[in-house]
């Protein structure tokens, strides 16, 4: 089972930039699509952005498209979100997911990944 390790999150200004990391444990990251995804205490945990397995499709929320980015690096196990422009509304926990059902080239809804990292706490002050 695909284990998922968050970093990269901390204390940011408004207006500054981090880049999340979310290392895999296997080494078959490249047969799981992958998404980021957050949530505030008392919310619904969202979607963010997602990745297809080759990395070559990509989907954004609409809230942080032309914002965020997502990437991946199979030889490294990793995938990456490149946050600019952040705003105190991106404040979150910040979760990895991950999955490898047939059929499906990226997911964006929660009952789409199986597996979740414990994620990283991202905090925006302005």
């Known amino acids: 089972q695909i284990q998922l390790v968050e970093s990269g999150g901390r204390l940011v200004q408004a207006g500054g930039s981090l880049r999340l990391s979310c290392a895999a444990s296997?080494?078959?990251?490249?047969?799981?699509?992958m998404g980021w995804f957050r949530q505030v205490p008392g919310k619904e945990r969202e979607f963010v952005a997602a990745?297809?397995?080759?990395?070559?499709?990509?989907v954004y929320a609409v809230s942080v498209k032309g914002r965020f980015t997502i990437g991946r690096d199979n030889t490294k196990n990793t995938v990456y979100l490149q946050m600019d422009g952040l705003k105190p509304d991106d404040t979150a926990v910040y979760y990895c997911?991950?999955?490898?059902?047939?059929?499906?080239?990226?997911?964006?809804?929660?009952?789409?990944?199986?597996?979740w990292g414990q994620g990283t706490q991202v905090t925006v002050f302005s």
């Open positions: 997911a991950a999955d490898r059902v047939l059929g499906k080239v990226v997911g964006t809804a929660l009952n789409d990944y199986d597996y």
């Open positions: 296997e080494r078959t990251i490249g047969t799981y699509f």
């Open positions: 990745i297809s397995r080759s990395g070559g499709s990509t």
